[in-house]
């Protein structure tokens, strides 16, 4: 079994990191992969707003904070504006769904909504690789860091299998529907059971936030709602420990058709 050490949580190694406004938007414009942007919280100008409109555009998110924040990335000659390079390469929804679909195989998608802690990230990616999950899709916004630290959890998984970051989920189960892809969403108050779930079919499975689940406009968005039988009579589980038992009962219903 291949062996990882805890994450240790510290600065962005400076050459990860893109600094001052015109480099920013140069990396903007050459479509680097960005993990966030760093904005002085009263910055303004037309290079601004370059910079907020081609983040937009490429789904980067974007963090308006004091000064102060910036400055512990240990960084001169900011003038206000940080980005933080990608180590992870996202992809398009679209361009994954094609070339599974050419490939002959069947989607099975994993959607995070809310999922913050980077433990929990790190081991979802590594269940989403071992049972065959083609891509995992979030958001620019409520979820956690897909940074070195949830590479490291995740044993290099995340490194490997596509990500798709979105604007929107809702937009993104948009997309799914035109492909032909059923969103099942993982509800511990859901009356089916997974068992009564046909992921053998193209699939996109949701799992929420570790606190509040998914949100109530995207779950009622879903297709079909599911969960999972607990008989020793517990509320719930880790949302990782979860998204494993969900994977690997969607692959053994594909391994036997």
Same mark, same amino acid.
């Given at each position: 079994?291949?062996?990882?050490?805890?994450?240790?949580?510290?600065?962005?190694?400076?050459?990860?990191?893109?600094?001052?406004?015109? +480099?920013?938007?140069?990396?903007?414009?050459?479509?680097?992969?960005?993990?966030?942007?760093?904005?002085?919280?009263?910055?303004?100008?037309?290079?601004?707003?370059?910079?907020?409109?081609?983040?937009?555009?490429?789904?980067?998110?974007?963090?308006?904070?004091?000064?102060?924040?910036?400055?512990?990335?240990?960084?001169?000659?900011?003038?206000? &504006?940080?980005?933080?390079? !990608?180590?992870?390469?996202?992809?398009? =929804?679209?361009? $994954?769904?094609?070339?599974?679909?050419?490939?002959?195989?069947?989607?099975?998608?994993?959607?995070? /909504?809310?999922?913050?802690?980077?433990?929990?990230?790190? +081991?979802?990616?590594?269940?989403?690789?071992?049972?065959? $999950?083609?891509?995992?899709?979030?958001?620019?916004?409520?979820?956690?860091?897909?940074?070195? /630290? +949830?590479?490291?959890?995740?044993?290099?998984?995340?490194?490997?299998?596509?990500? &798709?970051? $979105?604007?929107?989920?809702?937009? +993104?189960?948009?997309?799914?529907?035109?492909? @032909?892809?059923?969103?099942?969403?993982?509800?511990?108050?859901?009356? !089916?059971?997974? !068992?009564? &779930? /046909?992921?053998?079919?193209?699939?996109?499975?949701?799992?929420?936030?570790?606190?509040?689940?998914?949100?109530?406009? =995207?779950?009622?968005? &879903?297709?079909?709602?599911?969960?999972?039988?607990?008989?020793?009579?517990?509320?719930?589980?880790?949302? !990782? $420990?979860?998204? @494993?038992?969900?994977?690997?009962?969607?692959?053994?219903?594909?391994?036997?058709?």
């Amino acid at each position: 079994m291949k062996q990882f050490r805890q994450p240790h949580h510290h600065r962005p190694r400076k050459n990860l990191l893109v600094i001052g406004t015109n +480099a920013v938007l140069t990396a903007l414009r050459e479509g680097k992969a960005l993990e966030k942007i760093y904005l002085q919280s009263n910055i303004q100008g037309e290079e601004i707003e370059d910079i907020r409109k081609l983040a937009h555009e490429q789904n980067v998110p974007v963090s308006r904070v004091p000064v102060e924040k910036i400055n512990r990335l240990n960084v001169s000659n900011h003038n206000g &504006c940080v980005a933080q390079i !990608s180590k992870v390469q996202f992809q398009e =929804l679209q361009d $994954v769904i094609s070339f599974v679909v050419e490939k002959g195989e069947i989607p099975l998608i994993l959607m995070f /909504d809310g999922i913050t802690d980077i433990r929990n990230i790190g +081991a979802m990616a590594r269940s989403a690789k071992a049972f065959g $999950v083609h891509a995992i899709v979030i958001p620019v916004k409520g979820v956690g860091a897909f940074n070195e /630290d +949830a590479i490291l959890t995740s044993a290099g998984a995340l490194e490997e299998i596509s990500v &798709c970051r $979105v604007n929107s989920l809702m937009k +993104a189960v948009d997309e799914l529907h035109l492909n @032909g892809i059923r969103v099942f969403a993982s509800e511990m108050k859901a009356e !089916s059971s997974i !068992s009564q &779930c /046909d992921f053998s079919i193209p699939s996109a499975i949701v799992m929420g936030g570790e606190e509040k689940g998914i949100y109530p406009a =995207l779950l009622n968005y &879903c297709d079909e709602q599911f969960r999972i039988p607990m008989p020793g009579g517990f509320e719930s589980l880790n949302v !990782s $420990v979860a998204t @494993g038992i969900i994977l690997y009962e969607a692959a053994s219903q594909r391994l036997r058709g």
